[in-house]
C-alpha cells in the first residue's frame, strides 16, 4: 500500500530512465519482502481465527463476514502476483521512455485498485471487531 501511495507517485516525478532505474532497485527488496508479509498476515489471519473457533459460526454475520475477508485478501494477493508484479517486470526490462511512461500509468491504475481491496478488507476487519 505505501508503494502505491508513496513511493510509485514519488518515483514519476523522475525521468522515464532513472525512475525504470529506481523502481529496479526498490523491486529488488520490496518484492522478497512484500510476498512474505503478506502470505505471513493472511496465514495468521486464517489461524487466528480458526483458533478462535470461527469454522462453528460459518453461518453467523462475524462468520460471514470473516469469508468475505479471506477470499477478498487471498484475491488481492493473487492480484499482485497476476498483474502488479509482472508489470513491474516489465518495466525494469524495458528501456523505452514511452513505454515506462505507458507502465507507469498501469500501475498507477492497479495500485487503485489495490488499495481500494485493501480499504475493503480493512471495513471487514473493523466489522468483524464489532461481531459482524
Known amino acids: 500500500m505505501t508503494a502505491h501511495i508513496v513511493a510509485f507517485p514519488a518515483f514519476s516525478t523522475f525521468p522515464p530512465a532513472t525512475r525504470r ?23 495468521l489471519g486464517i489461524l487466528r481465527s480458526l483458533t478462535s473457533g470461527v469454522l462453528n459460526m460459518v ?31 516489465k518495466l525494469i526490462a524495458t528501456s523505452d521512455a514511452g513505454q515506462i511512461e505507458a507502465l507507469d500509468d498501469r500501475l498507477a491504475s492497479y495500485g487503485k485498485i489495490h488499495l481500494g481491496g485493501f480499504l475493503v478488507i480493512f471495513s471487514l476487519m473493523i466489522a468483524m471487531r464489532f461481531g459482524y
Not at 32 to 39: E, F, I, K, Q, S
Not at 59 to 70: D, H, K, Q, R, V
Request: no cysteine; proline share 4%; charged share 10%.
Open 21 to 43: 532505474s529506481i523502481i529496479e532497485a526498490f523491486a529488488a527488496r520490496y518484492g522478497r519482502l512484500v510476498g512474505a508479509v503478506a502470505g505471513l498476515t493472511i496465514l
Open 59 to 89: 453461518t453467523s454475520p462475524y462468520g460471514l463476514t470473516w469469508t468475505a475477508a479471506i477470499v477478498l485478501g487471498l484475491g488481492i494477493a493473487a492480484f499482485e502476483a497476476i498483474r502488479i508484479s509482472p508489470t513491474v517486470g
